[in-house]
């Protein structure tokens, strides 16, 4: 059987930094994320009794080694839960992004939440979309979010009752835009997350985000847009001083990065613009504001010399109509 699904990826807003159980991906704490419209996922699986194996195809890449077995963490998650006989056929998934990946703009999040959402659908089973979001996890525990949509906040756990995604109402989805402004410097998130804890700054950041997520909860049902990304802002500094001090060193920011953060402060602080930056583990930027001052931020990110793209806040993931199928 086949199926088409369509994931937005996230934006971090309290993000989580390593991992208790890395082939489950329980994290170490809750994290909150927003997704990003309209960049999005689009993935096709279909259960195969002709195929001689499972083939995983990104953007026109046939995948291998680590990128391959992440994937076929999902897949056999997916098996595990099904009933029907067709789910232990050989699978063929093919994946397409609408936005770049490995540079920081939550590829993997969408990549596995339209994996998880499509096998899942693929395989007649019949979950809820916190359900689904423990499968999608099995590759990305950001994915987790992706799958609920808009605000969410995934859940630390020891199993797949409790490490779950939820959404979090909010009145700033229809208000909120995120400028990316694209800084191309390739990132690896996964060696990042298994020195977390290697990092002198871990048990501080581990003291200090149980505050940050109860903070952003409140400010997202609140629908308070400062204190929301003036958070999140906050948080990326303190996600960047742990990266930082780990055995790796990791400084994913480059110049184009920090002449970002400057120009956001300017019309922050200059111009009174609802502005804020916030990014994850790589170079590129997220930039924060409402849709009044869209245009103005995304012109002075611009003007910063790096690509810029315009996103609304995302849904959750989606089955798409057999139309939409990538093969």
């Known amino acids: 059987m086949k199926a088409t699904a369509k994931a937005h990826p996230i934006q971090g807003l309290v993000k989580y930094h390593g991992m208790r159980d890395h082939e489950k991906r329980y994290p170490y704490h809750d994290s909150i994320s927003v997704c990003t419209a309209p960049s999005h996922t689009k993935t ?6 002709s195929l001689d194996g499972d083939v995983y195809v990104v953007d026109g890449e046939e995948l291998s080694g680590h990128g391959a077995d992440r994937v076929a963490n999902v897949v ?29 703009l939550g590829s993997s999040s969408s990549g596995f939440a339209a994996a998880a959402m499509a096998l899942v659908a ?5 979950l809820s979309l916190p359900e689904i979001s423990t499968v999608a996890r099995r590759g990305s ?19 797949d009752h409790d490490c779950r995604s939820e959404r979090i109402e909010s009145s700033l989805e229809d208000d909120v835009r995120i400028v990316a402004g694209l800084v191309p410097a390739y990132k690896e998130t996964e060696q990042a997350h298994r020195e977390a804890a290697d990092s002198h700054m871990f048990d501080a950041r581990m003291a200090h985000v149980q505050d940050q997520l109860v903070e952003m909860r409140d400010a997202l049902r609140e629908g308070d847009f400062d204190r929301t990304f003036e958070t999140a802002e906050h948080d990326s500094l303190s996600l960047a001083a742990t990266t930082m001090t780990g055995p790796a060193g990791w400084v994913y920011w480059q110049p184009d990065t920090l002449e970002v953060f400057n120009a956001v402060r300017r019309l922050r602080n200059e111009e009174d613009v609802p502005v804020y930056f916030s990014t994850d583990t790589g170079a590129s930027v997220y930039v924060n504001t409402t849709a009044e001052y869209v245009d103005r931020v995304e012109n002075v990110v611009a003007d910063c010399g ?5 996103w609304e806040v995302g849904g959750p993931a989606e089955v798409l109509p057999e139309s939409e199928a990538l093969f």
Not at 78 to 96: C, G, K, M, Q, T
Not at 306 to 310: D, G, L, S, Y
């Open 122 to 126: 693929a395989a007649d089973l019949d």
């Open 141 to 159: 525990s950001s994915a987790a979010r992706a799958v609920t949509g808009g605000f969410s906040d995934l859940h630390m756990g020891l199993n």
């Open 76 to 104: 056999s998650r997916v098996r595990e839960l099904a009933d029907a006989d067709h789910a232990a056929d050989p699978v063929r998934l093919e994946s397409e992004n609408s936005f770049p990946s490995n540079v920081g």
């Open 44 to 49: 096709t699986v279909e259960f195969d009794a």
């Open 306 to 310: 790096v690509e810029t793209m315009a």
